[in-house]
């Protein structure tokens, strides 16, 4: 088993950054790839982010390219959310999930998630 646990939301303007964390522990090699999604109240959850622990491949939401940016801590086994420029339309709880091997946008490809945390941006 793998335990995901985020934190880093908050209350925030719109135009500001915000960073999101997520720690692994547990079975964490069974866990290459290391995801974040989001999910607006009444939306389907939805594909963000998503990294590798063993290189510097990420793949990107068209929604968040060129704002957000997805990385890791090996030694800490950690994986970061930075949240530039937010916009309303980008509030939603963020969760952190994992999986074997996909790097990619499909939920049920993911194996372990965490709890979420919330994220909202006034206008």
């Known amino acids: 088993q793998v335990q995901l646990v985020e934190s880093g939301g908050g209350l925030v303007q719109a135009g500001a950054s915000l960073r999101l964390s997520c720690a692994a522990s547990?079975?964490?090699?069974?866990?290459?790839?290391m995801g974040w999604f989001r999910q607006a109240p009444g939306k389907e959850r939805e594909f963000v982010a998503a990294?590798?622990?063993?290189?510097?491949?990420?793949y990107y939401a068209d929604s968040v390219k060129g704002r957000f940016i997805i990385s890791r801590d090996n030694a800490k086994n950690t994986v970061y959310l930075q949240m530039n420029s937010l916009k309303p339309e980008d509030t939603a709880v963020y969760y952190c999930?994992?999986?074997?091997?996909?790097?990619?946008?499909?939920?049920?490809?993911?194996?372990?998630w965490g709890q979420g945390t919330q994220v909202t941006v006034s206008s």
């Open positions: 999930a994992a999986n074997q091997g996909y790097l990619g946008p499909i939920r049920a490809a993911y194996d372990y």
């Open positions: 547990g079975r964490t090699f069974t866990s290459s790839v």
């Open positions: 990294t590798r622990w063993s290189s510097d491949t990420t």
